[in-house]
């Protein structure tokens, strides 16, 4: 790290401003030879803890630094290992707790775009916006707090962005522990006023998780993978008809659905609709029954989720 670059930074630290000048001044000094290193990205996180209003000019260098040193900083390029993703979190977490936008919008960042980042820090990520949700407890992009008791908006846009990463367990690849977090974010805020695109995102979320895309031995295309991309940003896909083609691709995995649905009322024996159209793994069934029976009821987003897997079945 060059004397210009700790000066500048102990400057910016110090009277808690930082101005478009400075900004270009850091990016100039901190990328002058090619390579972001930890020194100056531990600098650049301590300019964030100081800044007392930061702009969003200071976001987007500041997501862009951290992002290109997490992922860019050692071989190989664009993978978050064990060791960086500790560093992040500690980087972060010095105080106890992620405090602005800047740290959760690098976070997002990220694992958006790692060709593989290690669990602990997408789990990481996940609970600050759990806790968001059920606490009221975190920073948003213009000030603000998030309210607790309900999934807003702003919310359900970072947490689609999170879940259906394709640093994780690969594009729109939901895993059981995603899939557990939206099942205790549903529970928690089932009363609330929560925001339209809310029920949606956790039925999407959950019912990827049981097509099992995340599968280790699942083999998709190039084409495939652009084609996952595109769900991710647009919630007004056709979602059957994507899985239906994505079924083709997948491997087949032993159906044994189980009692999952069959328990849920009279009327449509959900269980031989599901052996008949889907593979679903017995530990997925065993599950999806046990997250549905935890509370003896079945509510609108648990219906709903029933309702879009029989839909599918048509």
């Known amino acids: 790290m060059s004397f210009q670059f700790t000066d500048l930074a102990r400057s910016v630290a110090e009277d808690g401003r930082v101005t478009s000048d400075e900004i270009l001044s850091l990016r100039r000094l901190g990328w ?40 860019n900083g ?57 806790h968001a949700v059920l606490h009221g407890e975190g920073p948003t992009r213009c000030g603000g707090e998030l309210a607790s008791c309900h999934v807003s908006t702003a919310e359900c846009h970072i947490l689609r962005r999170l879940v259906f990463a394709s640093g994780g367990h690969g594009p729109a690849a939901v895993s059981r522990y995603d899939a557990e977090m939206l099942f205790r974010i549903k529970d928690a805020t089932l009363n609330a006023a ?22 280790a031995n699942a083999q998709l295309s190039h084409g495939r993978v652009k084609e996952l991309e595109s769900f991710i940003a647009d919630n007004s896909v056709n979602v059957g008809r994507f899985f239906g083609r994505m079924a083709k691709e997948a491997p087949k995995m ?24 889907e593979d679903v793994t017995a530990n997925e069934a065993r599950w999806l029954n046990g997250m549905i029976e935890a509370d003896g009821q079945l509510d609108p987003l648990e219906k709903a989720l029933i309702e879009r897997i029989e839909a599918e079945l048509d």
């Not at 030879?33 to 969003?56: C, K, L, W, Y």
């Not at 060791?83 to 690098?106: N, S």
């Not at 339209?196 to 039925?203: K, S």
Request: charged share 25%.
């Open 32 to 71: 002058g030879d090619g390579v972001m290193t930890r020194e100056e990205a531990e600098a650049i996180f301590a300019i964030n803890r100081q800044i007392v209003m930061p702009g969003n000019d200071w976001v987007d260098f500041f997501v862009e630094a951290i992002s290109e040193f997490v992922l």
């Open 254 to 277: 032993a159906n044994h659905f189980g009692k999952v649905f069959g328990q849920k009322g009279g009327g449509t024996d959900y269980t031989v609709r599901a052996i008949e159209g």
């Open 194 to 215: 929560s925001a339209p695109d809310w029920p949606v995102l956790f039925v999407d979320g959950v019912a990827n998780y049981l097509r099992g895309f995340q599968a």
């Open 74 to 130: 050692s071989e190989p390029k664009g993978m978050c290992d064990r060791a960086e993703a500790e560093w992040l979190i500690g980087a972060i977490d010095h105080d106890g707790k992620l405090e602005t936008m800047a740290e959760l919008e690098v976070l997002v960042r990220i694992i958006e775009r790692a060709r593989n980042v290690d669990d602990v820090l997408k789990q990481y990520a996940l609970k600050q916006v759990e």
